[in-house]
Each structure stands twice: as C-alpha cells, then as structure tokens.
C-alpha cells in the first residue's frame, strides 16, 4: 500500500489503508532501496490505521537515514488519533477535521 515517487533529490513514500505490521514489509523493502542522503517525504495522510510497530520502524528508519546524512520528514498524522500519550503509538484516522 506505499507508492513511491522521485524528483530531482526527493522522494516521496505515501502510504494508504493500514499501515500495519503484516503489510510493513513491502513498505520496508521501498525504503530500503533510497540511495542515501537524499531527502524523504513518508506521508501517511491517506491512512486509516498506523499501528505502533509501522510508527517505531519509521522512527528507526528516520533516525538512521538521518544519521547517513539524508533528510526524512514523517507527514499526514495530523489528521488521526493516538491510541496513548506515547509518541510512538498506534494512530487511527479520526472523523473530527484537524484544529476543529
């Protein structure tokens, strides 16, 4: 469920459905394939469900992808709602509008 796009030195990952442990993989092996030092946009904007497994593997993948020297910015959770006050917890997509 990720589509991936690149321009110049960007690339962007969005992801749509769940992003949940049994599809992870598939996510994983896309990012997995970036060159480094590149700068990386994951949105998660079109998900429904971002369990806390698929939060703490983008967490590790930007801190890492970082540290080589690249950039990662993690957008489209705005819209959703965390199960618990840890920043790594599962989110689900929420009815309300953001900021309302």
Request: charge should be neutral.
């Amino acid at each position: 469920p990720a589509k991936v796009s690149f321009t110049d030195d960007a690339y962007l990952i969005e992801i749509e459905k769940a992003a949940i442990f049994s599809n992870f993989l598939g996510i994983k092996n896309k990012l997995s394939e970036i060159p480094p030092g590149l700068s990386v946009t994951i949105d998660l904007t079109n998900t429904k469900l971002v369990d806390h497994s698929v939060m703490e593997s983008i967490h590790h993948f930007q801190h890492d992808y970082i540290a080589a020297g690249g950039k990662v910015e993690i957008i489209g959770l705005d819209g959703h709602q965390s199960f618990t006050k840890h920043p790594l917890s599962a989110r689900k997509k929420s009815n309300k509008t953001p900021g309302a």
